[in-house]
Every structure is written in structure tokens, then in C-alpha cells.
């Protein structure tokens, strides 16, 4: 088996994101990653924020929990500008999901109970979104699963706690790549860790060879955030949803569209959807 090495991987994998539209950007810690921030959100928003301003926006990423922060990455916000004018805005654009800023950054550094550095970080609108921890080739893929789960132990929620913000996690060696989604404080298994497929459940291991160019693409990673992660209110976690609960619910909604397109159907009557036990009914 090729040993490719992982530093080769990374610049590879970030050479293949840069092709599907993402920004590399060089960021070394956080001083950077908060700036960027800045920068990325008043592009989003189409506005200036003040230093007070921004200020504000920080003291509202500081707050609460990852379930928490979920919720916030999702609503729409509002400020009280300096001058006095109320301003709303949003960090994230769930409604047209592929309208929102993509950059690529690897190695960044964080210091909490250790210092870590984190392989390639996924920024949408400024916000570290999506996380991927890359091995080398002829490593267990559980290594990178194990460095997540300390990397949540020891450093996510350090400083202004921006990595609580991560949505989605990827983990692979090259050959083999799986996803899942931010428990935060809740123990993570590594049974809940996913493959992605295509829509005839034929398997996409390969990161640089199917996987980036489908699930990493930015339309559909952000389709992913917006509409296939539910943020579970009795347990407080974030679930992600498995690839044949993804197509089926695309083609439930195709074809209710389509019905109601070329039929006038009233969609509040319009068939049913049968599922057997343990396909995954509550998600789907």
C-alpha cells in the first residue's frame, strides 16, 4: 500500500477545495481567524461593523454551549449599531444555502490545555464550519476520530471558543474517509461516524477521489449544515443525516414538486412514505 505522507494529502485536498470555488487563506491562530471574521462577515452582510460593534458580535459567539451555538449559527441577529440604528444580520444563509463565503485554511493553532493544530479547517462566511483531521495512508482511520475527540477536550472551546462552531467533522486517511456530525460535550462513538454514497449507495472513500467533489462541494456542504443536520431539542446534540436518508428525502420533496407541478395536487394529500424498521424514520 502507498504510504503517501500526510502533508501531501493536505496540500492535495486543499488544491482540490481551491478548484471547487473555496478561498485559500493562511491563518496561524485565532488573532487571525477573528479578523478573517470580521473581514468575511461584513462581506457577507454588506455592511461595516465598528470595533465596538464587532465587540458585540464576539460577545454573542462567546455564548453557550455547542447545541447553543448551533442555534445561534441558524438565527437571524440583531445589533444596536453605535449611532443608535437597529441592524440585523446573520452569520450563516440558511434560505439560499449556496449564497455564503467558502475559505480553505490549514494549521491553525490553538492553545487551551495543549497546544493543537488543526489539519484543514472548512471558514464559511468566517465561521470554522467544517473540520477534517487527515492520517497518512496505512493508518487506522479511528487515529484521526481519537485526535477529534481530544482536540474537543483540550482546545476547541479555548479563547473565544469559535471551534464550538464546527458543524461537521471529517476524518480520513486518503483511502478512506467518514463524517459526522458536533456532539459537543456528549460522548462521541466512533460507531456514529458515516461513509458518504452516491444516490445507488456506492461508496465515496476516497477524499480526493469522489468524496471532496460531493460532499465538500459548497452548495451541498451548506445544504448539509442548513437542512440535514437536526439539532436534536431533547438531547441537545446535533444529528446528521445519513446518505440514504439524504436521497430519500430529495426525492420525496422532487417528487412532491413535481406532483403538484403537473398535477395541481393539494401537497398537504399527496401519497404516503413507507419505511422499515430501523431505516432511520425519526431523521428522514
Given amino acids: 500500500m502507498s504510504r503517501q505522507s500526510e502533508q501531501i494529502l493536505e496540500q492535495q485536498l486543499i488544491e482540490n477545495l481551491q478548484k471547487l470555488?473555496?478561498?485559500y487563506i493562511a491563518i496561524a491562530d485565532e488573532k487571525g481567524l477573528i479578523a478573517n471574521l470580521k473581514t468575511q462577515l461584513e462581506k457577507h452582510n454588506n455592511v461595516i461593523f465598528t470595533a465596538t460593534e464587532f465587540e458585540k458580535i464576539l460577545n454573542t459567539l462567546?455564548?453557550?454551549?455547542?447545541?447553543?451555538?448551533?442555534?445561534?449559527?441558524r438565527e437571524r441577529q440583531h445589533l444596536l449599531r453605535d449611532n443608535g440604528d437597529n441592524l440585523y444580520f446573520e452569520f450563516f444563509?440558511?434560505?439560499?444555502?449556496c449564497q455564503n463565503q467558502?475559505?480553505?485554511?490549514?494549521q491553525i493553532a490553538q492553545s487551551g490545555t495543549y497546544d493543537n493544530r488543526y489539519d484543514v479547517t472548512l471558514l464559511i462566511n468566517g465561521l470554522p464550519l467544517v473540520q477534517i483531521e487527515l492520517k497518512r495512508r496505512g493508518l487506522e482511520l479511528k487515529e484521526a476520530f481519537n485526535q477529534i475527540n481530544r482536540y474537543q477536550k483540550h482546545s476547541f472551546g479555548a479563547g473565544q471558543g469559535l471551534f464550538h462552531f464546527v458543524q461537521l467533522f471529517v476524518i480520513s486517511n486518503g483511502i478512506n474517509t467518514k463524517y459526522f456530525s458536533n456532539f459537543?460535550?456528549?460522548?462521541?462513538?466512533y460507531?456514529?461516524?458515516?461513509?458518504?454514497?452516491?444516490e445507488e449507495n456506492r461508496p465515496l472513500n476516497n477524499i480526493l477521489n469522489g468524496f471532496t467533489d460531493v460532499f465538500l462541494e459548497p452548495c451541498h456542504i451548506s445544504k448539509m449544515i442548513s437542512k440535514y443536520i437536526v439539532l436534536n431539542e431533547t438531547e441537545k446534540k446535533l444529528m446528521v443525516l445519513r446518505p440514504y436518508q439524504y436521497f430519500a428525502v430529495e426525492n420525496i420533496i422532487k417528487k412532491v414538486s413535481e406532483n403538484e407541478v403537473l398535477h395541481g395536487y393539494?401537497?398537504?394529500?399527496?401519497?404516503?412514505?413507507?419505511h422499515t424498521t430501523g431505516s432511520g424514520k425519526t431523521l428522514t
Fill in 21 to 23: 470555488g473555496y478561498q
Fill in 266 to 274: 393539494d401537497i398537504s394529500k399527496n401519497g404516503y412514505i413507507w
Fill in 93 to 97: 444563509n440558511t434560505e439560499h444555502w
Fill in 62 to 73: 462567546r455564548k453557550g454551549s455547542v447545541f447553543e451555538k448551533a442555534k445561534i449559527l
Fill in 102 to 106: 467558502y475559505q480553505v485554511t490549514h
Fill in 184 to 189: 459537543g460535550i456528549h460522548k462521541q462513538e
Fill in 191 to 198: 460507531l456514529q461516524t458515516f461513509h458518504w454514497t452516491d
